[in-house]
């Protein structure tokens, strides 16, 4: 079975923290995402990556960068933490047009 | 926008059949169904995938009309740890891999 980790469940930071969220899938996914998730508003991508060092925006990347150094290991940074993104973040993977296979997700508060 | 139109919620006695139905008027010639679910407060599962053949798993299965502008998820015997919103969203192969997630169908299994 595909498993794809998150680093926390539930994180609480402060504003204008720097925030490091990893995800790490071992079924060789060449695709890795990251969504954030809202009530009423749904999950969003925020950033993938089809490649090891490559990286594509999503629909809100603003305030947000990714990491990927290795293929089995995504990262997602908050340069400088608001409380706007107090959320849910979601990440995932998948092989060509597969199905996404998604991690547990963090909790993440800004306070 | 998401393109497909689903239910706000339906109720499904235990042990019955449970038939997710969606609308995909405008899906074009190639283009998946993909059926995913999210149990609360976890990440989304992904079920399964067609583009015009009907589908089977060990989860589900998924019909899709003749002309493509519909489909329903069948959830053979459904039990209580399926309650859940399930997300049927279209996408093409060919694209960058992102799903666009409308707001799904709440399902809930009733004893």
């Known amino acids: 079975d595909v498993k794809v980790t998150q680093s926390s469940r539930y994180l609480v930071k402060r504003t204008g923290e720097k925030v490091f969220l990893e995800c790490v899938q071992d079924?060789?996914?060449?695709?890795m995402f990251w969504y954030r998730q809202d009530p009423g508003l749904g999950l969003r991508l925020i950033y993938f990556?089809?490649?090891?060092?490559?990286?594509e925006k999503g629909d809100i990347p603003e305030g947000y960068s990714v990491s990927r150094e290795k293929k089995e290991r995504f990262s997602l940074i908050l340069e400088s933490a608001s409380t706007n993104q107090t959320s849910m973040y979601l990440c995932?993977?998948?092989?060509?047009?597969?199905?996404?296979?998604f991690g547990p997700g963090t909790r993440l508060t800004v306070t | 926008d998401a393109k497909t139109t689903q239910p706000p919620s339906m109720d499904c006695a235990e042990g019955r059949a449970a038939n997710l139905p969606c609308n995909h008027s405008?899906?074009?010639?190639?283009?998946?169904v993909y059926w995913y679910r999210q149990i609360h407060s976890q990440g989304p599962q992904y079920i399964i995938h067609?583009?015009?053949?009907?589908e089977t798993n060990e989860m589900a299965s998924l019909i899709i009309t003749e002309d493509r502008k519909s489909s329903t998820l069948i959830l053979p015997h459904a039990t209580l740890r399926d309650t859940a919103v399930y997300y049927c969203?279209?996408?093409?192969?060919?694209?960058?891999?992102?799903?666009?997630w409308g707001a799904g169908t709440k399902l809930i299994i009733k004893p």
């Open positions: 067609g583009l015009k053949n009907n």
């Open positions: 990556s089809y490649d090891v060092k490559m990286k």
């Open positions: 405008t899906i074009s010639g190639n283009e998946y």
């Open positions: 995932a993977s998948s092989l060509g047009p597969t199905g996404q296979y």
């Open positions: 969203i279209v996408r093409s192969i060919g694209s960058n891999y992102q799903l666009i």
């Open positions: 079924m060789d996914h060449e695709n």
